[in-house]
């Protein structure tokens, strides 16, 4: 055994053998031989990287997975974020991890590697690529970026580990690490998310992990056994998919279908945003048809006047029978960007066609009740019809927020919804975000007979409701959301829970929370509104970024998974291609320079302009 300038305590492992070099601080070279003996680590999480052909894979250590092999970089992480070193063991040969009662055991194949030493968990992904936030308070949400990566989003990943004797196991990514709750993988409401997080994120792992859902999710709407092209809301370990999902009212008087579509309208905006991030047009032609399918449903479910007879879109306990504004706000969405992916390939006439049905759905929705959802007394959208003809209505966010936030609204209805939601900020804002003001108002026929589970905050809720503040460029409002998730995270750990209730009205106990512990959503959720939202790091079919950030403070960020470095100045604005390639921007700056002439030399920035920057190229565009 060979050191230098470091003594062998120091390190966070023992070995017995081999030749290890200090190169430069915190990082050393080890010479593997044909007889070295394992380097031991104390009791350690542990993550690998192992690519099969094109495929790349997370592995992490388990207690039913106690081996893994990898062929990438493995990660050695002590059990506490604040204590302790992280190790990253990169070369080209094969690393294998295994627990042992009394810790882990690392064997390497012989030859060189490259090990590389963190205090505590690194802001960074599986491949090393950091994300730094150089604003006032951008520590504490770094900090929490990074406990969400390595204890929730990594490990959720259990494709080459817990789920190998599953009956379909690519694509299958846990909601809770709590498996005694749910141990299914949802193509239903919670593959939206958890794709949108690893899209947020842009590492090489998660956009392969997000590829392989998608693939997932065609595979059950092809095998859909009534022919329809629907997801099922859960695919079970066993193999049992569940296609279909009714449940009744607290009182027994109505009953509801779960998340008919839901899953058909996420693949459409997850297979854009996929599109966008990998300019994978290999993958996108492979799956158009997929795609066409998946929209099928959808305008099978459309009746001839517009109207979108989905009934549950994301709650599962409140009981919608009918028709949904939000579901038809969402699914005009799906089917505006299917559309311009169909565009994009030179299928203009299934483009047309998809954008029609956009445009039927959402014209029709806008329209006063019956015909639509806009109630003309109230100046606001109800969230439902059922099939009844009774209107349903609390004041949802989301049935207002989204047809303001896709342009659907006409202008005095866009103005009465800012209003009413400015009128109850305080409630919607209690936790990011509460669906409702009127969480009290339910009825008995509205609530589930699981209770009144979704009357509460949830990051799907969130997710919308800070893209409609991004859209009116309020980065306070998102600054303080990302605050308030990060405190409450603190809290608990940073392992969250399923629903935020924060002893309101209902689940009145000693947390703010309720249902499944140790849940995804948000995790996935804080770095998609994190880095899409507030960074204002957007992919665009026609460009590598889209440019619109709405920080509500001067600072610099670094985000190395997109190749891009950038400092936010009063009087400019600088940006730095950090990638190994040329990359294709467009810049929307006017949230942060609002009432400002922007300039980029002598000409005035043009925010359809696409301005092409060279690995190590910067930009500046300066103010006035």
């Known amino acids: 055994m060979e050191q230098s ?12 053998d081999g030749k290890l070099q200090k190169e430069r601080e915190s990082q050393f070279t080890l010479t593997v031989g044909k007889q ?9 999480r542990v993550a690998g990287v192992v690519q099969i052909e094109k495929s790349i894979y997370h592995l ?3 207690e039913k997975t106690t081996k893994i092999s990898c062929n990438g970089n493995l990660w050695i992480l002590p059990i506490s974020n604040s204590q302790g070193l992280t190790v990253l063991i990169s070369g080209t040969g094969e690393k294998n991890a295994k627990l042992l009662g009394s810790g882990v055991e690392v064997m390497l ?6 090990l590389k030493l963190y205090t505590g968990w690194p802001a960074c992904d599986v491949f090393g690529k950091h994300l730094s936030l150089g604003i006032e308070g951008g520590k504490k949400l770094e900090d929490t970026f990074v406990r969400f990566y390595w204890d929730t989003l990594l490990p959720s990943v259990i494709e080459k580990t817990d789920a190998l004797d599953f009956a379909v196991s690519e694509g299958y990514v846990l909601s809770t690490l709590d498996t005694g709750t749910y141990a299914g993988t949802y193509p239903d409401v919670d593959h939206e998310f958890q794709s949108k997080g690893r899209i947020a994120l842009r590492g090489a792992c998660e956009l392969s992990v997000v590829e392989r859902m998608m693939n997932l999710q065609f595979k059950m709407m092809r095998e859909d056994p009534i022919g329809l092209f629907r997801n099922p809301c ?8 569940e296609y279909h999902v009714r449940r009744d009212s607290l009182d027994r008087s ?9 899953g058909n309208v996420e693949i459409l905006e997850t297979a854009w945003l996929y599109y966008a991030t990998t300019k994978n047009s290999v993958w996108l032609h492979s799956h158009i048809e997929d795609l066409e399918g998946a929209a099928s449903l959808l305008e099978h479910l459309t009746d001839r006047n517009g109207k979108l007879w989905s009934d549950v879109f994301y709650e599962d306990q409140v009981i919608k029978d009918g028709m949904e504004c939000m579901s038809a706000a969402l699914a005009a969405h799906g089917l505006g960007l299917l559309a311009e992916l169909e565009n994009h390939i030179g299928r203009s006439e299934a483009a047309a066609r998809f954008k029609m049905l956009a445009d039927k759905l959402s014209s029709a ?3 006063p009740i019956p015909q639509g959802f806009w109630n003309e007394k109230e100046s606001h959208f109800v969230d439902w019809i059922d099939r009844s003809g009774q209107v349903h209505d609390h004041i949802h966010l989301l049935a207002n927020c989204l047809p303001v936030l896709f342009g659907y609204s006409d202008d005095g209805q866009t103005k009465a919804v800012k209003n009413i939601i400015e009128k109850y900020f305080e409630e919607f804002q209690r936790f990011p975000t509460f669906l409702s003001p009127c969480i009290a108002d339910y009825t008995p026929d509205e609530i589930g007979s699981g209770g009144p589970y979704d009357l509460c905050a949830a990051g799907r809720y969130w997710c919308w409701d800070a893209a409609y503040w991004a859209s009116l460029g309020r980065g306070d409002v998102l600054y303080n959301q990302l605050l308030q998730v990060a405190a409450q995270a603190e809290l608990d750990e940073f392992h969250m829970g399923e629903r935020y209730d924060m002893n309101h009205v209902y689940y009145q106990d000693d947390k703010n929370w309720h249902g499944a512990a140790y849940y995804y959503e948000y995790p996935c959720v804080y770095t998609w509104v994190l880095m899409q939202e507030f960074l204002g790091l957007r992919p665009g079919l026609d460009v590598d970024l889209d440019i619109r950030p709405t920080l509500n403070q001067y600072g610099k960020i670094t985000a190395e998974n997109y190749g891009v470095e950038y400092e936010y100045k009063a009087n400019e604005f600088i940006i730095k291609n950090t990638g190994t390639h040329s990359q294709n921007m467009r810049f929307n ?5 609002p009432d400002k002439d922007l300039y980029v030399k002598e000409e005035v920035l043009m925010k359809e302009k696409i301005y092409t920057l060279k690995s190590g190229e910067a930009l500046r565009i300066h103010v006035e």
């Open 5 to 16: 300038n470091m003594q062998l305590q120091d390190l966070p492992f023992q070995i017995k």
């Open 365 to 367: 929705m806008v329209k």
């Open 60 to 62: 992490c250590l388990s």
């Open 254 to 262: 109505a009953n509801a279908e779960m998340f008919l579509v839901t």
């Open 589 to 593: 700056l006017q949230t942060i320079y």
């Open 234 to 241: 859960a695919v079970q370990p066993k193999g049992e998919r």
């Open 36 to 44: 070295t003996s394992p380097l031991t680590f104390k009791v350690s």
């Open 109 to 114: 194949e012989q030859g060189d590697y490259t």
